[in-house]
């Protein structure tokens, strides 16, 4: 046994995470046609470089129109110099100072749904990780109360459908799954073109109405721009901080002295949530595509070749965290790619850090002790780019 990954039901496919170093920095995986970059530096220098590697990846696996019909607007999917702008207008509407006023509500709300906690277990998915982060950016966005469900459950079904992808020609199944995405994200496209209308007519006080405000050098979102953005906010809201929580607490459970240090310090809340995006990343893996023939930690990578950057090997890279399979609370440097780097760094960084931090803490205030159940095991997402419990049962006594 290697460490604690051992005892989880991770993807098989994550080696790293149970120890062992990848053989080289990038290397061809035949099964699914695509690059798998392992290494920290070798990630680096491909999330820097836009130009040479695009990260319009969608366009290799769905037609040209329907690409981008559903993702003009899509950060995740544009290059500069279009990035830059639309970054920059929808970066306007999603400051930090909107953020860090969250922080009151974000406690108000963890309270209120740790209230529902009764007897002495509970599952902290159910409970905390699912509800909070699409509670938040519901608010954020100004969707009433009672459609919180209808996005939930179209968010719920794209990840249900989203399976590993491959470039090899004729895979029904991939095919499939990604007609089911695509018809999710159209049913929730057409609920926020009616939210987008409605607030034309009356403007309110949300980001759905700062978005269409928004304005660089005389240009704003067109519709399209704004539904697919809110699209990918509705997205990565509903799931990525619910992985951040349930892998902390999953490795504060896992490292009991890890666990004892942070209860006693809670000044190291902040590096333990660091610390857990480094040892079980949410988000295990971004795409790229080269643009031109490149040569990678010296292996040759012809132009037009899909690189799947693992930021989750990368974080394990002996070459540049000491002692990589330790969860050390207190890791200092720690620069993990657990939100990616350089032009695509994750825009909800400050609001999933915010989201962990006070979560975190008030678990701590209300539970002295909380260990996960021997006859009730975690259980974890199935796409293999994430990395998060799905369900994450707890007792709150010995
Ligand atoms: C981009 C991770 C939470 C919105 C990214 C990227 C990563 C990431 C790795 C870069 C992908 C790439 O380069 O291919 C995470 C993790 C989160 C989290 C681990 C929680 C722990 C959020 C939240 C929001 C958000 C709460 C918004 C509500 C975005 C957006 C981008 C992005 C809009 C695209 C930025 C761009 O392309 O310029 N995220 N994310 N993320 N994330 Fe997050």
Known sequence: MTGPVDQWDIHP??????????????????????????GHPESLEILAD????SSAVATRFVPPEQAKAAFDGNLTQVDPPDHKKLRKLVSRTFTLKMVAGLETRIAELTHELLDQVTGDSFDLADVLGYPLPVIVICDMLGIPNSDRDLLKGWADESLAARGQLTTHEGDSGQQQSLEDQ??????????FLEQ??????????????????????????????????????????????????????????AFPEADARVRKDRDLVPTVIEESLRYLSPLAAGYRITTKDVEIAGQKVPEGQVLEVWFSAANRDERVFADPQLFDPARDPNPHLGFGRGIHFCLGAPLARLEGRVALNILLDRFPRLRTDPADRPTFLTPPDFTGVWTLPLRTTS
């Open 182 to 191: 695509a018809e999710s994200a159209m049913e929730m496209g057409f609920y």
């Open 13 to 38: 496919k994550h080696f790293w995470l149970r120890g062992k170093q990848p053989p080289r920095p990038i290397e061809y995986d035949e099964e699914v046609g695509m690059w798998n970059v392992y």
């Open 50 to 53: 836009p130009g040479t590697y």
């Open 196 to 253: 987008v209308a409605e607030r034309r007519a009356r403007p309110r006080e949300d980001l759905l109405t700062k978005l269409i405000e928004s304005e660089v050098d005389g240009e704003r979102l067109t519709d399209r721009q704004i539904v697919n953005f809110t699209n990918l906010l509705i997205f990565a809201g509903h799931i990525t901080t619910t992985m951040l929580l349930g892998n902390t607490v999953l490795c504060l459970d």
